[in-house]
């Protein structure tokens, strides 16, 4: 049974709160059919499986352009997706494709055959997963090891402890510990389990996201994957007193004006497609940037990312200006959440849905049935303000059992008083670990 996830929105124009970036909560479960630095100490009232599982030392692969190209296909994708499962038209959104990726990679190490093909394609452009697992680990290590910002991200898997229904294979658990440092919970999926998850959710996301489940754990769900990430980070150049002006307007989708809190500076990187005119934002260390793009006019933000692609926007960013921009940017907060199965289904990767045709058997065996996932649950948060910010995502699966030179000339400008695209990215590779769109604030 697949449950949608209601979006929920709400955007506040003027805060007084630390510039948060985003929190994203994405839950992949599975279920089975019959036929880095860490946060402080979590009580977790289930036995760890991993303490038995001896974790050995791996060797990373740093991001070269095959991982990149895979990366920002993926990203792109998934946000197009996404945005074409919207219900509601003006609608912020906000998603993480690497908390997303880091869940559904976990859980391709556990598929095999053409369920694992179909995976390997969408999540890494053809590469095998066995490939693929090194240029992550190397990834979010070079993510999390950022001693200007705080970048923190963790994985976890629950089985059900029911080993008449589901025994894990010792080789899965060990390589997503190897590559994603993911701790394995038996629990009972009881109560208590739900309150260990959400705990775990809620320490892991730095108190942004206070919980992914919000009821009992059905009898047929026996997995969950779970990717939690957090970010903060001040901006590199703080705004001073006299670049924020109170009471400017925004225009939303729908033609309501809004009053905003705007951000005024002049930024050093400027950004131009076809489309849309933006610019970069650093935060201190300039390992991570803001990005933040304006669609021309009468083009909305939906609109401008069905031209994208992996390659445009690996090539937007690669072709970055260095050059003065004038840049107003408005203080917003909003949270956000789906149910991402279908839009990852209609990627290509079907058949990890089909309870008929899945093959996880590389992730355990069963007696009962075979293991599909049943929900890929997603949630985020951002705030944006004068001062920096802070960010946290979370992914898990669910498996059921059923049966250059600087520019002389005037400066450019690029003013966000109507809906634009987003992103919080690694400098380094370009590749959004945040990525949303603002349509309206409320």
Request: glycine share 4%; net charge negative.
């Amino acid at each position: 049974m697949k449950i949608k996830i209601k979006t929920k929105n709400k955007i506040r124009s003027k805060s007084t709160k630390r510039f948060f970036a985003a929190a994203l909560l994405g839950t992949l479960t599975l279920s089975l059919f019959g036929c880095q630095t860490s946060p402080a100490p979590l009580t977790i009232h289930s036995e760890n499986l991993t303490d038995t599982v001896t974790a050995e030392t791996v060797t990373g692969k740093e991001a070269d352009a095959a991982f990149c190209q895979s990366t920002s296909d993926f990203s792109i994708r998934l946000f197009q997706a996404a945005l074409a499962e919207t219900e509601t038209s003006g609608e912020n959104l906000l998603l993480s494709p690497e908390s997303v990726l880091s869940a559904l990679a976990m859980t391709a190490n556990g598929a095999d055959s053409s369920t694992r093909t179909e995976m390997e394609q969408v999540l890494c452009g053809g590469m095998p997963i066995d490939e693929f697992n090194p240029y992550m680990y190397s990834f979010q290590n070079r993510l999390t090891s950022d001693e200007a910002v705080t970048f923190h991200q963790a994985n976890s898997i629950w089985i059900r402890n029911q080993e008449d229904v589901i025994q894990m294979k010792e080789d899965f658990l060990r390589t997503d510990k190897n590559y994603y440092g993911a701790d394995a919970y038996y629990a009972a999926f009881d109560d208590q389990t739900v309150q260990d998850i959400n705990s775990w959710v809620q320490k892991n996301t730095n108190d942004m996201i206070p919980s992914l489940l919000q009821e009992p754990i059905p009898d047929d769900i026996v997995l969950y994957l779970i990717n939690a990430l957090a970010f903060e980070g001040d901006w590199e150049t703080p705004y001073t007193e006299d670049q924020i002006a109170e009471d400017r307007i925004f225009t939303n989708y729908d033609g309501v004006a809004e009053t905003v809190t705007m951000l005024n500076s002049d930024e050093s990187v400027y950004l131009k497609d076809k489309h849309a005119t933006g610019f970069l934002k650093y935060y201190k260390g300039a390992n991570f940037a803001f990005l933040a793009l304006l669609p021309e006019e009468g083009m909305t933000p939906e609109e401008y990312a069905a031209t994208l692609t992996g390659d445009s926007y690996l090539s937007l960013y690669q072709n970055r200006e260095n050059r003065e921009v004038l840049v107003q940017l408005p203080e917003f907060t909003y949270d956000y959440s789906t149910e991402l199965s279908k839009a990852l289904s209609d990627m290509g990767m079907s058949e990890a849905f089909d309870a008929s045709s899945a093959d996880f058997s590389n992730m355990a065996s069963t007696n009962t049935g075979y293991l599909s996932i049943n929900r890929v649950l997603h949630k985020t948060h951002i705030e944006v303000d004068r001062t920096g910010t802070k960010a946290a995502a979370v992914t898990a699966i669910e498996m059921t059992n059923e049966s250059c030179a600087i520019d002389t000339e005037t400066p450019p400008s690029v003013i966000l008083d109507r809906p634009f695209v987003y992103a919080i990215v690694d400098t380094e590779s370009g590749m959004p670990i945040f990525l949303g769109i603002v349509n309206t604030i409320e």
